[in-house]
């Protein structure tokens, strides 16, 4: 395909209107003329009368300006008629000078016309040389309309190929891409941006569908979900995590309680064999015993012994949704017998912490906690916390063990 410079038939452009052009009256003001055919893209659209053929290559490039196309107009009308003919082929189809015939359908001066005796050559090869190297056309639009030329090739042409801009064939891709920078409202490299961007997105909505139907083999009923809108993807695989783990947590849940029943009632045991070994020791021996065994103070052995002697007027004290640590506050003598019985039976149904046991049996006894006592509470909470986030970390241990004030060797 050889290329040659187009003589300079029309240098300038305007815009139309969506009236058609045939209709368009005569005006002598080329500002009104253009308030009457604008188009919102700044580009005059081509709308010749019924029965006008025009060859489709054309589309390829993008018609003039309102600045363009207004000079055309004066021009037309300063000569009377033009200086160049709109070019046919033999069969009537305009292969050259669309902005031309709507300058003299603006006028209401009479178009002329020639034929053209193409003979061999194709009337692609025509029109691009007498528009791709048009004055008026930006680099963007020439790189543009390579593009589309090449996708109109009836064969491969690899040396008219290599002209072809990569990013030029990236953005014709895309007709929105394509009309904007043929129009020139949109840069080439502007183009080229989005017509990435548009790849990007589609590679993710590739990915994204491999990744649906990959999870639908495995819940079909959340993939609908997914299909309805009702939940994303990533929402939908970790619901998916949540129910096959489901089992498995239960699981642990159910031996963690169990475990936590069998602590409770081994308190109760080592309060009741103490209870034993005080009964039976002499006056003055316990103390004594209870350091050389387990290196125990009094109050620490009473711990246990209280929990035990709680177990006996509540049997199914080890069944029951109450800390340790609550346990030992519930034992206590000074505890009242009527927020006792009141905690242990919210404690059927439902998991009382140690904060809200303190916090009970403080508003029974009508003693406002210290700010000592608040802080220590807090104190306590937090540690248990760290405890069950980190339950082999020694620190976290001694820390405990500090806090609740019982010896390692319990």
């Known amino acids: 395909m050889t290329l040659r410079p187009t003589p300079p038939a029309c240098q300038t452009e305007l815009a139309s209107t969506a009236g058609h052009p045939a209709d368009i009256a005569q005006s002598t003001s080329l500002a009104d003329l253009a308030a009457r055919i604008r188009d919102t893209s700044g580009r005059i659209k ?89 004055a008026d056309h930006t680099p963007g639009q020439v790189a543009i309309a390579d593009a589309i030329i090449e996708t109109l090739l009836t064969k491969p042409d690899p040396e008219f190929s290599a002209l072809v801009l990569p990013e030029a064939r990236a953005v014709v891709k895309y007709g929105d891409l394509t009309e904007a920078v043929k129009r020139g409202t949109m840069s080439l490299v502007q183009g080229y941006e989005k017509a990435l961007a548009y790849e990007r997105d589609a590679e993710l909505r590739r990915e994204q569908a491999a990744r649906l139907e990959d999870f639908r083999k495995q819940s079909p009923f959340l993939a609908m979900r997914v299909d309805d809108g009702a939940l994303t993807l990533d929402e939908a695989i970790e619901t998916a995590k949540e129910e096959a783990a489901a089992p498995i947590l239960a699981e642990h849940a159910e031996a963690i309680r169990t475990i936590g029943r069998r602590v409770v009632a081994d308190l109760i045991e080592i309060g009741r064999r103490l ?39 509540f049997p199914n004290l080890g069944d029951l949704d109450v800390p340790i640590s609550g346990l030992y506050l519930l034992a206590q003598p000074s505890t009242p017998d009527a927020i006792r019985e009141e905690i242990l039976t ?12 303190k916090r009970l049996i403080d508003d029974a006894r009508g003693k406002r906690p210290s700010l000592a006592n608040r802080f220590h509470n807090d104190l306590r909470e937090l540690v248990d916390r760290m405890a069950y986030a980190m339950p082999d970390d020694p620190l976290v241990a001694e820390l405990r063990q500090l806090v609740s004030g019982e010896n390692s060797n319990v």
Not at 70 to 78: D, H, N, Q
Not at 290 to 310: N, P, T
Not at 347 to 353: G, L
């Open 46 to 134: 081509f709308e010749p009368p019924p029965g006008t053929r025009t060859s489709p290559y054309l589309d390829c490039f993008p018609m003039m300006t309102e600045r363009e196309f207004a000079g055309l107009v004066w021009s037309v009308k300063r000569r009377g008629g033009l200086v160049y003919p709109i070019s046919l082929d033999k069969d009537g189809v305009i292969l050259d000078g669309r902005c031309r015939l709507m300058a003299c359908l603006a006028t209401g001066i009479e178009p002329t016309f020639e034929t053209i005796d193409l003979g061999d050559l194709d009337p692609l090869d025509f029109i691009v040389e007498m528009n791709l190297l048009r």
């Open 275 to 313: 209870t034993e070994c005080r009964a039976t020791l002499r006056h003055g021996q316990w103390g004594i015993w209870l350091e050389r065994e387990f290196g125990w103070s009094d109050s620490s052995a009473a711990r246990y012994m209280q929990a035990y002697e709680l177990a006996v007027k």
């Open 346 to 357: 919210r404690a059927q149904t439902e998991r009382i912490p140690h904060a809200e046991v």
